[in-house]
């Protein structure tokens, strides 16, 4: 037996809904929920085509926003350190306009890379979307 077959131990009958996942109104020897015996499931919900994309749609989204909103800190952050750097340069504070300076550094790279990073991964999910579109109007064709 290969390491990776699954074994069924013990098989139970259910004990919970599978529309709402409770149990306080399911009954289990008819396997029916009295809160959901009346809600219209559509064909889709059952039966779905298998998709090449696996991740949620809004999980994508939120990593989008995330990122966007990193880079955007990221940016108003290097933005402010440039400007402490030579406010505390013209006040000739040099102690503080060094760390600023060093700091600015560090938020323009962590910026670059960052963006650089996102630009990537835009570009990468706009050629899936790409391929997935002519590999669709390909098969459609035939
Ligand atoms: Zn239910």
Not at 30 to 43: D, F, G, K
Not at 58 to 72: R, Y
Not at 76 to 82: C, D, F, N, P, T
Request: contains cysteine; neutral net charge; aromatic residues 12%.
């Amino acid at each position: 037996m290969s390491s990776n077959q699954i074994v069924i131990k013990k098989k139970s009958p259910a004990t919970r809904c599978d529309i709402c996942h409770m149990s306080d109104q399911f009954d289990s020897d008819t396997e029916t929920c009295l809160r959901c015996s009346n809600v219209l499931i559509p064909a889709s919900a059952i039966y779905s085509p298998p998709t090449m994309d696996v991740r949620p749609i809004d999980e994508v989204k939120s990593f989008q926003q995330f990122a966007s909103k990193f880079i955007a800190y990221s940016f108003l952050a290097m933005v402010g350190s440039i400007f402490l750097t030579i406010l505390f340069g013209l006040f000739q504070i040099l102690p503080l306009a060094f760390i600023f300076a060093v700091l600015s550094f560090f938020l323009g790279g962590v910026f670059i890379i960052s963006l650089g990073i996102f630009v990537l991964y835009m570009a990468g999910t706009l050629l899936a979307s790409l391929v997935q579109n002519i590999y669709d109007s390909l098969r459609a064709r035939s």
